[in-house]
């Protein structure tokens, strides 16, 4: 399998501005290689074996360490929990959890942890995993029962407002906001991505009781995260509950078939679109319904419309390494996150039901394999990224 082949056709056909920083971004780390190369790391492990004995269930499809995060729910409290399912899938859970060890592999060798203590926290993730599950009960982590460094994010929250929000991503011109363009977040959207974007929105707004809400201020492109970067994506300032405190930002992302789904031999459900499948897996999966998360369609594609609050974040891992409880602690928060995720979808259009679940959490035989796949998987990721890394160096990459 040529890796310059595989990238280049995977990510044909995106923007070629974020394109070019996607493929900074995994020439400067192997974690972010990791994170923009999903299609890739599923090809080689379904080459090798995912233990496709493992139970099935409700995956994430690219679970690392930076898709857990803090989100709002419907009913107003913030949440901790994976937040990312673009590539979800009905699939044998040891996708999942490979994955998510080689993750945790390379972040930590980038926080130069010596070689014991990465595989200390390797078992505490697949330990913290296996209790969860054969608890058979999904809990959850919110403001009052989230601990350690997860537990210092979300006090912080508190004092995060949307002022400084909105700050953060805009400017004021008089009383009126516009989009920044400047620090990293946006890129200048064309003249006609605006007049399809508004459009859109004016006719989602028909449907809500609200319809001024909506009423859109500015568009640009998004950038964000690494995997998707060149995807058709926009930030949108909608006036909200009023100029210029009030105003809200939305997140329209274009959905593309699951990378996990096209290795794995388990037939999916017939989704009415990408986007219906990543909303209904993402519902189903998390502790409570995001406040505001839609399927739709424009320009006959298929989109995902959701809100961005103050109360969206990530933990700093190399922060973590100082706060109570250190890495491991947080590690046994996302092991119970990723157990809690799985359990929610039990018996969910084809997925294993909560007593084999259970059970399976109870066995012991399947941990130290899935540790071993995860080994063999970092190894393979290493040659992949030097081979990446030699021919971005050479030009091959050059958008």
Same mark, same amino acid.
């Given at each position: 399998?040529?890796?310059?082949?595989?990238?280049?056709? $995977?990510?044909?056909?995106?923007?070629?501005?974020?394109?070019?920083?996607?493929?900074?971004?995994?020439?400067?780390?192997? =974690?972010?290689?990791? #994170?923009? &190369? !999903?299609?890739?790391?599923?090809?080689?492990?379904?080459?090798?074996?995912?233990?496709?004995? &493992?139970?099935?269930?409700? !995956?994430?499809?690219?679970?690392?360490?930076?898709?857990?995060? &803090?989100?709002?729910?419907?009913?107003?409290?913030?949440?901790? +929990?994976?937040?990312?399912?673009?590539?979800?899938?009905?699939? /044998?859970?040891?996708?999942?959890?490979?994955?998510?060890?080689?993750?945790?592999?390379?972040?930590?060798?980038?926080?130069?942890?010596?070689?014991?203590?990465?595989?200390?926290?390797?078992?505490?993730?697949?330990?913290?995993?296996? @209790?969860?599950?054969?608890?058979?009960?999904?809990?959850?982590?919110?403001?009052?029962?989230?601990?350690?460094?997860?537990?210092?994010?979300? %006090?912080?929250?508190?004092?995060?407002?949307?002022?400084?929000?909105?700050?953060?991503? %805009?400017?004021?011109?008089?009383?009126?906001?516009? *989009?920044? !363009?400047?620090?990293?977040?946006?890129?200048?959207? %064309?003249?006609?991505?605006?007049?399809?974007?508004?459009?859109?929105?004016?006719? =989602?707004?028909?449907?809500?009781?609200?319809?001024?809400?909506?009423?859109?201020?500015?568009?640009?492109?998004?950038?964000?995260?690494?995997? @998707?970067?060149?995807?058709? #994506?926009?930030?949108?300032?909608?006036?909200?509950?009023?100029?210029?405190?009030?105003?809200? *930002?939305?997140?329209?992302?274009?959905?593309? /078939?699951?990378?996990?789904?096209?290795?794995?031999?388990?037939?999916?459900?017939?989704?009415?679109?990408?986007?219906?499948?990543?909303?209904?897996?993402?519902?189903?999966?998390?502790?409570?319904?995001?406040?505001?998360?839609?399927?739709? %369609?424009?320009?006959?594609?298929?989109?995902?419309?959701?809100?961005?609050?103050?109360?969206?974040? #990530?933990?700093? =891992?190399?922060?973590?390494?100082?706060?109570?409880?250190?890495?491991?602690?947080?590690?046994? &928060?996302?092991?119970?996150?990723?157990?809690?995720? $799985? *359990?929610?979808?039990?018996?969910?259009?084809?997925?294993?039901?909560? +007593?084999?679940?259970?059970?399976?959490? $109870?066995?012991?035989?399947?941990?130290?394999?899935?540790?071993?796949?995860? +080994?063999?998987?970092?190894?393979?990721?290493?040659?992949?990224?030097?081979?990446?890394?030699?021919?971005?160096?050479?030009?091959?990459?050059?958008?």
């Amino acid at each position: 399998m040529d890796v310059v082949t595989e990238v280049l056709a $995977h990510n044909k056909g995106r923007d070629p501005q974020r394109l070019a920083l996607k493929y900074r971004a995994m020439r400067d780390s192997r =974690f972010s290689f990791l #994170r923009g &190369t !999903c299609p890739l790391f599923h090809a080689r492990l379904g080459r090798g074996g995912a233990m496709k004995a &493992t139970p099935l269930a409700w !995956c994430c499809g690219d679970l690392h360490l930076n898709n857990f995060g &803090t989100y709002k729910g419907d009913n107003r409290l913030v949440y901790f +929990d994976i937040n990312d399912f673009d590539e979800a899938a009905l699939a /044998p859970l040891s996708w999942d959890l490979v994955r998510l060890l080689a993750s945790l592999q390379l972040a930590s060798a980038e926080l130069r942890l010596a070689r014991q203590d990465i595989k200390t926290l390797c078992d505490q993730m697949i330990a913290s995993y296996a @209790s969860a599950l054969a608890a058979g009960k999904p809990y959850w982590t919110e403001r009052e029962t989230a601990q350690m460094a997860v537990g210092q994010l979300m %006090t912080a929250l508190r004092d995060r407002h949307r002022p400084a929000f909105l700050d953060s991503r %805009t400017r004021l011109r008089g009383r009126h906001r516009q *989009l920044r !363009c400047d620090n990293g977040k946006a890129l200048p959207a %064309t003249d006609l991505q605006r007049l399809e974007v508004s459009k859109f929105m004016a006719g =989602f707004a028909k449907s809500r009781p609200n319809p001024k809400f909506f009423d859109v201020l500015d568009v640009a492109r998004r950038v964000a995260g690494i995997g @998707s970067l060149g995807v058709e #994506r926009y930030a949108i300032l909608v006036h909200g509950k009023g100029s210029p405190d009030g105003n809200y *930002l939305l997140d329209l992302k274009r959905s593309l /078939p699951s990378s996990l789904a096209a290795r794995v031999k388990t037939p999916q459900p017939l989704w009415r679109s990408e986007a219906e499948r990543v909303v209904s897996v993402q519902e189903r999966s998390q502790a409570v319904a995001a406040a505001f998360l839609y399927a739709v %369609t424009m320009n006959e594609q298929s989109f995902i419309l959701r809100a961005l609050h103050p109360s969206e974040d #990530r933990v700093d =891992f190399g922060m973590a390494q100082t706060a109570p409880g250190g890495l491991a602690g947080l590690i046994t &928060t996302l092991g119970q996150a990723t157990a809690w995720a $799985h *359990l929610r979808g039990a018996a969910h259009k084809g997925a294993a039901g909560p +007593d084999e679940l259970q059970a399976f959490g $109870h066995e012991k035989k399947w941990r130290e394999r899935m540790t071993e796949l995860a +080994d063999e998987a970092v190894i393979q990721l290493n040659l992949d990224a030097r081979a990446y890394e030699l021919a971005y160096d050479e030009g091959a990459f050059a958008v």
